[in-house]
């Protein structure tokens, strides 16, 4: 198991080069992917398995400790992000698709590689955990009604059948992998160190289908897609913070709200934007991918240069978590 725990560190280390370079490959040749656009739902009901499988109830303590906290950032979560989404895709003068596809990414939970990113700022890990599992099982009522209230009379599929594709995307795999844990701990312990190259895997195949299915608009209006998704995850960083501190958070705390809202699970807004709207709507979903990963690596690594208060290190500060909340055997 040490040659999968080397292999899951190198990939998880390099994900967003690895998903860039596959994103090229399908950039250059898309007729190699062809049909591959019909497979994104599964593979990420394969990532949500692999998330389900990393929970444990003890991650939702954190509400009846703290539920103040958990209630800001999932609220700022489902209110800063969808916003922003609509405000920037407006204001660039987005088509219609690609207006479609910020909203979807905006209305989405909490990525999940975003637990690995506070943990290396020395935030709020515990906050972390809970914000993104929570936001994930409140996601097929919120995303749906949040994208119908956006995207209005336009919105071309209904918030049931959207309700529905969540329901079978996310909840269903997250809870059977949450069970699987409760009733077969020792094999999921034993399978545990491969779930990060599996979701990694995964994510490369979303990002290949979605960017080969949309290759002629990406290169038609590829930089302003990368300026809108760039200004969509570094505006949710700032914000995600701002509320923090308007609000009297802790700094580990800020640190947490500002990653949980800037990272979103991009794979649930390609697979959706897939299957009910075209290639072409994923294209923000497929570069938040990569994009947010690179930004979130750059906030780490500041803030974990940055020491935070001793007084604010405990408490409501660092709290410590098993190794398996950070090692990359999150989806990302």
Known sequence: MNTVRQVSAFVGRWFALIVLVAGAIALATP??????????PLLLQIIMLGMGMTLRPADFA??????????????TQFTVMPLLGWGIANALSLSAVLTAGMILVGCAPGG??????????????ALSVAMTSV????????????????????????????????????????????????????????????????????IT?????????SADTLLSVGLLVVLAVVLHNVAGLALGYAVGRVC????????????????QNSGLAAALATVHFSPAAALPAAIFSVWHNV??????????????EAADATGDGVVDLPDEHFDGTRPK
């Open 31 to 40: 007729s190699t992917f062809d049909g591959w656009a019909a497979q994104v």
């Open 62 to 75: 954190i509400i009846g400790r703290r539920p103040w906290a958990l209630l800001l950032g999932v609220a």
């Open 112 to 125: 999940t590689a975003s637990n690995v990113m506070v943990f290396l700022a020395r935030g709020d890990t």
């Open 135 to 202: 936001s994930t099982l409140l996601a097929p009522v919120l995303t749906p009604l949040l994208v119908l209230f956006l995207i209005g009379e336009d919105l071309p599929v209904s918030a049931g059948d959207l309700f529905v594709s969540i329901v079978e995307i996310v909840l269903v795999p997250v809870l059977l992998g949450l069970v699987l844990r409760l009733l077969l701990p020792r094999l999921i312990e034993k399978v545990i160190d491969v779930l990060p190259l599996i979701s990694v895997a995964g």
């Open 205 to 213: 195949g979303v990002v290949l289908a979605v960017v080969a299915g």
């Open 248 to 263: 009297g958070m802790p700094i580990s705390s800020r640190r947490a709200i500002s990653i949980e809202v800037g990272m």
């Open 295 to 308: 930004s979130g690596s750059i906030l780490a690594s500041y803030w974990s240069r940055r020491p935070i």
